[in-house]
């Protein structure tokens, strides 16, 4: 089993920019497809953004093109999220999540076998 930590969460103002961080342990993540996802409050988890751990193939929601990158780095066995031109919108739980012999880079939240506990962003206004 895989064990992921999430961290970077904090206060920024809209426009400004934000680097998350997940550190995945318990395994190598060889054929496995890591995602982003986040939970406003009051609403449902989205997805945000995912990566292909081997081929490094990225996925991105609509919502988030152009301004969100993620990226991994393989000898840490750590993801990452860059979020860049925030707005208040983005305000969220981001969660790092993870699947095992998965090839789909749209991801739902019942197709991920791992989660971390969240870390949370906040976009001033």
């Known amino acids: 089993q895989v064990q992921l930590v999430e961290s970077g969460g904090g206060l920024v103002q809209a426009g400004g920019s934000l680097k998350l961080s997940c550190a995945a342990s318990g395994r190598t993540l060889s054929g496995y497809v890591m995602g982003w996802f986040r939970q406003a409050s009051g609403k449902e988890r989205e997805f945000v953004t995912s990566?292909?751990?081997?081929?490094?193939?990225?996925y991105y929601a609509d919502s988030v093109k152009g301004r969100f990158t993620i990226s991994r780095d393989i000898a840490k066995n750590t993801v990452y999220l860059q979020m860049n031109s925030l707005k208040s919108e983005d305000t969220a739980v981001y969660y790092c999540?993870?699947?095992?012999?998965?090839?789909?880079?749209?991801?739902?939240?019942?197709?991920?076998?791992?989660w971390g506990k969240g870390t949370l962003v906040t976009v001033s206004s």
């Open positions: 990566i292909n751990w081997s081929g490094g193939r990225t």
């Open positions: 999540a993870a699947v095992g012999g998965h090839t789909i880079l749209l991801l739902t939240t019942d197709d991920m076998d791992s």
